[in-house]
C-alpha cells in the first residue's frame, strides 16, 4: 500500500524551529520525486520545496535560507528543517510524492503528477 505520513509538526514561536518527517512506504523512494507542500486557511495551496530523482532540490523563495529537505534512503523518510519560524510560515504542511523516477523536475511539475499525499501535519507560529 502507498502511503505517505507526515509528523513533527507543532506550535511554536516566531524564530523557534521545527523538523517535519515523511515517512514513506509501499514505492521506491529512494528514486521517486517528492517534495513539501503547504496550505494557509483560505489560501491556495503552495510549494515548500521538492527534491527530484537525482537529489537535485529546489525551494520556493519564501524557504531558501530556512527550510532544508533531506532524505534518508535507508529509512524511507522525507524530511523538512524549518529555522527562523515566522507566523507566515503557520499552515497545514504536506508530503508529497511521485511514484515515479523524475530528473529535473520542479515542484510546479510534481503538484501536477504526485499520486500519493500525506494527511498533513499542522504548523502554528504565534508571535
Known amino acids: ?24 512506504s509501499g514505492f521506491m523512494f529512494s528514486s521517486s520525486f517528492m517534495g513539501w507542500f503547504r496550505q494557509a486557511p483560505g489560501k ?20 531558501k535560507g530556512r527550510f532544508t529537505i533531506s532524505r534518508d534512503n535507508a529509512n524511507d523518510i522525507l524530511y523538512l ?22 530528473a529535473g523536475g520542479n515542484c510546479a511539475i510534481l503538484l501536477l503528477i504526485a499520486d500519493t499525499w500525506g494527511q498533513g501535519t499542522q504548523v502554528t507560529v504565534s508571535s
Not at 1 to 24: D, I
Open 44 to 63: 491556495e495551496r503552495e510549494a515548500v520545496g521538492c527534491i527530484d530523482s537525482d537529489g537535485r532540490i529546489t525551494y520556493a523563495d519564501f524557504a
Open 81 to 102: 528543517q524549518m529555522n527562523s519560524l515566522k507566523p507566515d510560515d503557520t499552515a497545514m504542511y504536506y508530503c508529497a510524492a511521485a511514484g515515479r523516477r523524475v
Open 1 to 24: 500500500q502507498v502511503q505517505l505520513v507526515e509528523s513533527g509538526g507543532g506550535s511554536v514561536q516566531a524564530g523557534g524551529s521545527l523538523r517535519l518527517s515523511c515517512a514513506a
